[in-house]
């Protein structure tokens, strides 16, 4: 009798702490998460579409907290998602500046001014003449994409999967042109960071995958990262677009070097923390504000810069047809907040909402 009495004992206990356990919602607290940043979660997230997956990561020192988020059908809950796999878009770009940066380091190139155009067997059209510096930091004068990608005569599902080298090279050759004088002015160019990206394949003779896995990517452990889908596809959570549809994955193509990469918050968060513990000379060079665009925003190398902080924040997200991204970092503190979540709100009015939580977020650490 006394062994009954003591079991309905411990089960009472354990009834009753699951009954103490606070939430906000669905969302359960856990060892890192305070009650005030699960009410900003809620907040910020009630809305997504259902099935949404949202995976986040909060640094701090040498320390990670992951949280996860998943919207059924009226609520959100609390998930385990952090090898998730998610395309990750623009945040390609801060990778793809990070080995031109190892490059310069390693002096396989000898300064950030040297022109890119000396890799290639044509002159580029209109006489251009463009550096690796303008490239990462979107000072070449050339526009977002390529005049010979016509966005409306491509499938909107998958709108970079035919442009090929044929015609990345018919444009650099023959139809490229200069939305602006180079140096006078910033102006995000995806067809800059692709052709930033070629041109170090060129140079280590090697596709950008493998540059991309021996310089970054294996030196940091990120298992669950790629640009070959196929590499990671069983962890690759299905996308959605702003209504919770499924849509079909991007293949980038020549583009990849500017948003073709997949991964999770558990990799991000190691390639984060590498900014502030113990950067390498690359990733400081990465830093060096090379760019000042307007008050409050700076360029690095791929990286953007907030500066209406005490503090500048490191900055850079990424959108592709059903995943976005957000990293945000504040090394001086060394703390940074990244998030990944497999819906596109790009075109609705809360297309900001994870680029809102990351910066709340950071603020709360």
């Given at each position: 009798?006394?062994?009954?009495?003591?079991?309905?004992?411990?089960?009472?206990?354990?009834?009753?702490?699951?009954?103490?356990?606070?939430?906000?919602?669905?969302?359960?607290?856990?060892?890192?998460?305070?009650?005030?940043?699960?009410?900003?979660?809620?907040?910020?997230?009630?809305?997504?579409?259902?099935?949404?997956?949202v995976s986040m990561a909060l640094l701090k020192n040498d320390t990670v907290v992951f949280y996860g988020v998943y919207k059924e059908?009226?609520?959100?809950?609390?998930?385990?998602?952090?090898?998730?796999?998610?395309?990750?878009?623009?945040?390609?770009?801060?990778?793809?500046?990070?080995?031109?940066?190892?490059?310069?380091?390693?002096?396989?190139?000898?300064?950030?001014?040297?022109?890119?155009?000396?890799?290639?067997?044509?002159?580029?059209?209109?006489?251009?003449?463009?550096?690796?510096?303008?490239?990462?930091?979107?000072?070449?004068?050339?526009?977002?994409?390529?005049?010979?990608?016509?966005?409306?005569?491509?499938n909107p599902l998958n709108p970079f999967k035919n442009y090929d080298q044929t015609a990345f090279y018919e444009y650099l050759y023959?139809?490229?042109?200069?939305?602006?004088?180079?140096?006078?002015?910033?102006?995000?160019?995806?067809?800059?960071?692709?052709?930033?990206?070629?041109?170090?394949?060129?140079?280590?003779?090697?596709?950008?995958?493998?540059?991309?896995?021996?310089?970054?990517?294996?030196?940091?452990?990120?298992?669950?990262?790629?640009?070959?889908?196929?590499?990671?596809?069983?962890?690759?959570?299905?996308?959605?677009?702003?209504?919770?549809?499924?849509?079909?994955?991007?293949?980038?193509?020549?583009?990849?070097?500017?948003?073709?990469?997949?991964?999770?918050?558990?990799?991000?968060?190691?390639?984060?923390?590498?900014?502030?513990?113990?950067?390498?000379?690359?990733?400081?060079?990465?830093?060096?504000?090379?760019?000042?665009?307007?008050?409050?925003?700076?360029?690095?190398?791929?990286?953007?810069?907030?500066?209406?902080?005490?503090?500048?924040?490191?900055?850079?997200?990424?959108?592709?047809?059903?995943?976005?991204?957000?990293?945000?970092?504040?090394?001086?503190?060394?703390?940074?907040?990244?998030?990944?979540?497999?819906?596109?709100?790009?075109?609705?009015?809360?297309?900001?909402?994870?680029?809102?939580?990351?910066?709340?977020?950071?603020?709360?650490?």
């Amino acid at each position: 009798m006394k062994y009954i009495f003591g079991f309905l004992i411990f089960m009472s206990s354990v009834l009753s702490a699951q009954k103490q356990t606070p939430t906000v919602n669905n969302l359960r607290l856990k060892e890192g998460v305070s009650i005030s940043q699960l009410k900003t979660i809620f907040s910020q997230l009630k809305n997504l579409p259902t099935h949404s997956n949202v995976s986040m990561a909060l640094l701090k020192n040498d320390t990670v907290v992951f949280y996860g988020v998943y919207k059924e059908e009226n609520e959100l809950v609390s998930v385990s998602n952090k090898n998730t796999v998610y395309e990750i878009g623009s945040l390609t770009k801060v990778f793809t500046s990070n080995l031109l940066a190892q490059f310069v380091i390693d002096r396989k190139i000898q300064r950030l001014n040297d022109p890119v155009n000396k890799y290639y067997k044509r002159p580029f059209a209109n006489h251009g003449e463009i550096s690796f510096l303008s490239l990462a930091n979107h000072t070449s004068g050339l526009p977002a994409l390529p005049s010979n990608l016509k966005l409306n005569k491509v499938n909107p599902l998958n709108p970079f999967k035919n442009y090929d080298q044929t015609a990345f090279y018919e444009y650099l050759y023959s139809k490229m042109r200069f939305e602006y004088n180079p140096g006078s002015t910033s102006w995000y160019s995806h067809f800059g960071t692709a052709l930033l990206g070629i041109s170090l394949c060129k140079i280590a003779q090697q596709p950008y995958e493998s540059i991309l896995q021996e310089n970054i990517l294996k030196p940091l452990e990120m298992t669950n990262t790629s640009t070959r889908r196929e590499k990671v596809k069983e962890k690759l959570v299905q996308g959605l677009n702003a209504k919770g549809i499924p849509t079909p994955n991007w293949d980038l193509n020549i583009f990849i070097p500017a948003g073709g990469m997949l991964s999770s918050v558990n990799d991000l968060a190691k390639f984060a923390q590498s900014q502030f513990l113990n950067p390498t000379e690359s990733t400081s060079l990465t830093h060096e504000i090379t760019y000042k665009t307007e008050e409050n925003v700076a360029i690095g190398l791929g990286w953007l810069y907030y500066l209406k902080k005490e503090r500048p924040i490191l900055f850079q997200n990424g959108t592709s047809g059903g995943y976005q991204s957000t990293m945000v970092i504040d090394k001086e503190s060394k703390k940074g907040v990244i998030i990944l979540a497999n819906c596109s709100l790009v075109n609705t009015k809360e297309k900001a909402i994870f680029d809102d939580l990351a910066f709340e977020l950071l603020d709360s650490l």
